[in-house]
């Protein structure tokens, strides 16, 4: 159904809670370019439970890689930096949820070049800069999923 796609993950614990939310919802997980852990870590492992055979994974070496091996898909970009919230996105089926690395985010000439594919999870506390990375996929995976099925 929905694609979730981690670029450069670095904490073990969240890419594990999120592969365990992408089998639980039927989400492909995409995991892009080099972690900040191995992926046998053992905190990964635990985090996953013994869910990860129900874990679709798709390693890429690049955001440019993804690109190529899905040249149709519809990518949206989430970050802090953006202004459009993600529930004024109208998800589809299908659609790739990209995140950044928890202590970086995004690079910026990927925000740029897809500006009106970014959105954002606003927050009434401007003295919080960001969400935890596996509640921010929790968030927007659940909205998408929300938005185009009858069942939750």
């Known amino acids: 159904m929905f694609n979730v796609v981690l670029v450069e993950p670095e904490i073990p614990p969240n890419t594990g809670n999120i592969a ?3 089998a639980a919802c039927n989400a492909t997980l995409h995991v892009v370019g080099v972690t900040g852990f191995h992926m046998d870590d053992r905190t990964l492992k635990r ?3 013994d869910y990860w055979d ?3 994974l798709h390693r890429h070496i690049d955001l440019d890689s993804l690109y ?5 898909a519809r990518l949206v970009y989430l970050t802090t930096k953006a202004k459009r919230a993600y529930t004024e996105w109208s998800f589809q089926p299908d659609d ?3 995140f950044g690395p928890e202590t970086r985010g995004l ?3 990927v925000l740029t070049a897809n ?3 970014c959105l954002t999870i606003p927050m009434a506390n401007p003295n919080v800069r960001s969400l935890n990375l596996a509640t921010s996929v929790g968030i927007v995976l659940f909205e998408a999923i929300r ?3 009858k069942t939750l």
Request: net charge neutral; hydrophobic share 45%; charged share 25%.
């Open 54 to 56: 129900e874990v679709v």
């Open 96 to 98: 790739f949820l990209v």
């Open 68 to 72: 190529a091996a899905h040249p149709a």
């Open 115 to 117: 500006a009106d594919r």
């Open 20 to 22: 365990r939310l992408c």
């Open 147 to 149: 938005q185009t099925t």
């Open 107 to 109: 690079p910026e000439k």
């Open 47 to 49: 985090a996953g439970l």
